[in-house]
């Protein structure tokens, strides 16, 4: 116990993330692919690794899904090998290949897992770091951050899926705390580096490249160079060009790194939907195996949903912050309904929804103290910056809990710094009541959300607790 004690922080914060991760892990060793995403990410690193580029739903895998779906998919001319596709971003399919290629397919979701426990156990002492940046000499506030990040429930168990959440938020944080090391350095490879994260995260989802130019800007005023700003994006574009030259090349026209607008566009404004991911209008556009018609397709009827009813539009936009801010219950909700795990009791059952959904509230709602009491520093306007950019175009398109996952090293250092000050922060609600009022009112809102969807699900809560629960066979 010594020994382990006189380890350094960073290194206990890994070593105790990896355990946690690892036993899901080796628990599961055989889990097969539980999801369509996941099966499609699948789809992408089995045909890079097989080196037939980026094609996806080759004759095999269309078989497949037919065992399960009657579908019939739109596509003019037909490789057996697949279809050349744009709708993905390549970044976590590459990651994916490259895992494929080093273990052969026959174990390679387990593989894959392996290193999504290692890149997963990597973002505890990220968080520890990005504490420190963001709340200099703060050590109890680094602490809580990159404990808090190293047991989150949900992140432990998230190696388990072929998700790009598992490449992506470790990207973003590091690219962040790169950033403001760069700064504080002032030297171009720093700039370099942090560009070349983004460029990567960029490749990974494309939602976040709405915050490089913020950052981009922010390096313009606070950096000791302006030439800062443009190494910083130049490392983004020499990643990020040549995919998008790849996909309009393969579309006659300027494509970005993946084509999704029109499906998120359609699935967000929907007559039928409420802004966030929903199955059956989700199956609409799955037909169209041509990205680009599938995208021009989704981009009409996304604006002539908005044309339609621009008030609703706004209405959509406010229930998107509410799902992007939900809790974190639907993957419990899916896989226990459809009885991947058979039937629990209901008292064990409200204990695990419980480890599930509560972490996320209290660290939110520590986050909003935070956020209200934290004088601005140039740190952690870089900071808030991520957040509004990242959460913007959520807004506009279509939002899910999942995607504030993201935000979690962010929110957990902000969570930190608001429960190991919280004396200080006494003595500065009194001096400041403004402070305390906009606290008050960030929690409100966040716990009215949250108590608002329960409600809204209430009767499928119902169900799902009731003793047919794990047969309800709730859609994800």
């Known amino acids: 116990m010594n020994k382990i004690r006189s380890l350094p922080i960073s290194v206990r914060l890994f070593g105790l993330a990896l355990l946690l991760r690892l036993l899901p892990v080796l628990f599961a060793i055989h889990l097969p692919i539980g999801l369509d995403d996941m099966f499609q990410y699948d789809m992408l690193g089995r045909s890079l690794a097989a080196g037939n580029g980026f094609r996806w739903y080759g004759q095999e895998d269309i078989d497949l899904v ?51 426990v ?15 940046r963001l ?33 992506f938020i470790p990207l973003v944080a590091a690219g962040l705390l790169a950033t403001l090391a760069a700064v504080e350095r002032d030297r171009r490879r720093d700039y370099l580096l942090a560009g070349a994260l983004f460029g990567l995260a960029t490749l990974t989802r494309s939602v976040i490249f709405g915050f490089v130019g913020l950052a981009v800007i922010w390096l313009w005023f606070y950096a000791p160079r302006r030439a800062a700003a443009a190494w910083f994006l130049l490392a983004v574009l020499v990643f990020v060009v040549p995919w998008s030259v790849r996909n309009s090349l393969l579309h006659d026209k300027f494509t970005f790194v993946e084509n999704s607008l029109g499906y998120n566009l359609h699935m967000g404004y929907h007559p039928e939907g409420s802004g966030t991911f929903q199955f059956g209008i989700s199956m609409e556009l799955v037909p169209y195996l041509d990205d680009g018609l599938r995208n021009d397709l989704g981009v009409q009827a996304g604006l ?35 009885n991947f795990f058979g039937h629990i009791p209901a008292l064990p059952l409200l204990g695990l929804f419980l480890l599930f959904t509560l972490p996320f509230p209290l660290l939110a709602s520590l986050a909003a103290v935070g956020l209200a009491f934290a004088r601005l520093a140039k740190e ?24 504030h996952m993201a935000l979690l090293p962010a929110i957990a250092a902000l969570a930190g710094y608001a429960w190991t000050q919280r004396g200080e922060l006494r003595a500065a609600a009194r001096a400041n009541p403004w402070q305390l009022g906009l606290a008050a009112l960030l929690v409100a809102l966040l716990w009215l959300n949250w108590g608002g969807e329960l409600w809204r699900d209430w009767d499928k809560l119902v169900i799902l607790f009731g003793p047919g629960g794990n047969t309800a066979g709730f859609s994800y």
């Open 380 to 403: 952690r306007l870089l900071l808030y910056l991520l957040m509004g950019g990242y959460l913007l175009p959520h807004l506009l398109l279509l939002a899910e809990e999942r995607f």
């Open 304 to 338: 002539g949903f908005i044309r339609q009813d621009p008030e609703r539009a706004l209405q959509l936009a406010v229930n998107k912050l509410g799902y992007f801010f939900g809790l974190e219950r639907r993957a419990l909700t899916y896989f226990y309904s459809n």
């Open 135 to 167: 709340f200099p000499g703060n050590q109890r506030a680094a602490r809580f951050a990159g404990y808090a990040l190293a047991v989150y429930p949900l992140l432990v168990l998230f190696p388990l899926a072929l998700a790009t959440e598992n490449l």
């Open 118 to 132: 290692a890149l997963g156990a990597a973002l505890a002492p990220l968080s520890y770091w990005l504490a420190l």
């Open 66 to 116: 037919r065992q399960f779906i009657d579908l019939e998919f739109v596509v003019d001319e037909y490789d057996p090998r697949g279809v050349l596709t744009s709708f993905r971003a390549p970044g976590y399919p590459a990651f994916l290949a490259v895992i494929y290629s080093l273990s052969g397919l026959e174990w390679r979701l387990l593989a894959a897992r392996l290193a999504q």
